[in-house]
Each structure stands twice: as C-alpha cells, then as structure tokens.
T-cell receptor
Framework: KAGVTQTPRYLIKTRGQQVTLSCSPI?????VSWYQQTPGQGLQFLFE???????NKGNFPGRFSGRQFSNSRSEMNVSTLELGDSALYLC?????????????FGQGTRLTVV | AQTVTQSQPEMSVQEAETVTLSCTYD???????LFWYKQPPSRQMILVIR??????QNATENRFSVNFQKAAKSFSLKISDSQLGDAAMYFC???????????????FGQGTRLTINP
C-alpha cells in the first residue's frame, strides 16, 4: 500500500502570494489532517477533513483553508502569504473505524516565504 | 484545552544503553489516546507506540515501552538497547476520545531530540 503522498516537497513563495499544497492519503483512509511545524511553535493542528467535510479546525487565521475531494485527496491553501508562514506542513491520514485510528504522516511540504 | 509537555529538549545515550524520555499532559477528559512519534531527519513522522487511557497495562513494541501513569498524567517512553537508527526527534502526542467520534486532532509536545553515541 502506498503511503501518504504530499506534493510538492519544497516550495518558495513571495510575501503576498497564495499557495496550494496537496495530500493524497493512504487508500481507504477517509480522514486527512494538516499540521504546521515550526521551530518556535512546534507542531500545531490546522484542520481535519472527513468525507469531504471539515470537522475540526485549529487556531489559525482565515487565510488558511482546505478542502477534501470525493477520492479523499485534500488540499490546503494559504492566501496572502506572510514570512511567518514559512514552515513544514505535514499531512496525516487515518482510517476511522474499529481497530484503526492511527495517523500516518506524509513527508511534508517545506514552504519558504521570502 | 489539552496540553502536552516534554521537559527534555535534548537527550543523549550510548549505543546499546537504555534511555527514558519524559512526557506529561494535562486534560480533564477520562478517555483519550497517547502516542509517541519519531521524526528522523527525513522529516516523516513515524508512530512508535500508542496507549489507550482505559488500558492499565503499559504498551510495548519490541525495544520500546511506555510507563503510563494516568493519575499523574505521565507517559514516558523507554528505549532499550539503543541503536544508531533511533536517533531522531521524539514527540509525545494526545488525542481525545470524546466529542466527535474518531476525530483525529493530535496535540503534540515540543519534542525531545535524541542522540545516540556510538
């Protein structure tokens, strides 16, 4: 079974631009969560999607948004980029059901805002 | 809100020795899951071990075991016979088991960087 795939792996953007990151979960996993990892703030939860619906959201400004498609693939978008958005963005997928629930992570997208 | 604290930013151990990483958490919930994740330089988070709060027995996975003290809200990870490949950042994480069924939000500690000395 293929693991969680995040694209692109690296991204450099300019302040004020917007960016879209993609996450393909493990086949059969319907939950996709996103996290931001920075040296200062550590790992922080952004949001979780399940069956195309956002069912949990972290404490991030509205510039951060996401969506999930019918095939469970998810995208997150950051608009009007700020220098502080530079981070590693991690996606995790989970099979929600009996016996499951571990989160499997992708390798992340390293976003640099200049 | 739940919080997770890892008080050891860095730890080092000699190869083949045993090391214990500390984690404490704060919650008012009685039902939850606790995890230890490993993040090597490749950046991919790998699940090391999980513990359900309702289980009194400490989880073990080969050389990895936990000491789960629910009343003290403590969840330490013991690595026996340390190997060079164990070098990584280790994160303790909490997930609620109440509220939205199957909700996957993880609350992470700040991490402990583990170095293995040959």
């Amino acid at each position: 079974k293929a693991g969680v795939t995040q694209t692109p792996r690296y991204l450099i953007k300019t302040r004020g631009q917007q960016v879209t990151l993609s996450c393909s979960p493990i086949s059969g996993h319907r939950s996709v969560s996103w996290y931001q990892q920075t040296p200062g703030q550590g790992l922080q939860f952004l949001f979780e999607y399940f069956s195309e619906t956002q069912r949990n959201k972290g404490n991030f400004p509205g510039r951060f948004s996401g969506r999930q498609f019918s095939n469970s693939r998810s995208e997150m978008n950051v608009s009007t980029l700020e220098l502080g958005d530079s981070a590693l963005y991690l996606c995790a997928s989970s099979f929600v059901g009996p016996g499951g629930n571990e989160a499997f992570f992708g390798q992340g997208t390293r976003l640099t805002v200049v | 809100a739940q919080t997770v604290t890892q008080s050891q930013p860095e730890m080092s151990v000699q190869e083949a020795e045993t090391v214990t990483l500390s984690c404490t958490y704060d919650t008012s919930e009685s039902d939850y899951y606790l995890f230890w994740y490993k993040q090597p330089p490749s950046r991919q988070m790998i699940l090391v071990i999980r513990q359900e709060a309702y289980k009194q027995q400490n989880a073990t996975e080969n050389r990895f075991s936990v000491n789960f003290q629910k009343a003290a809200k403590s969840f330490s990870l013991k690595i026996s016979d340390s190997q060079l490949g164990d070098a990584a950042m280790y994160f303790c994480a909490y997930r609620s088991a109440v509220g939205i069924q199957g909700a996957q939000k993880l609350v992470f500690g700040q991490g402990t960087r583990l170095t293995i000395n040959p």
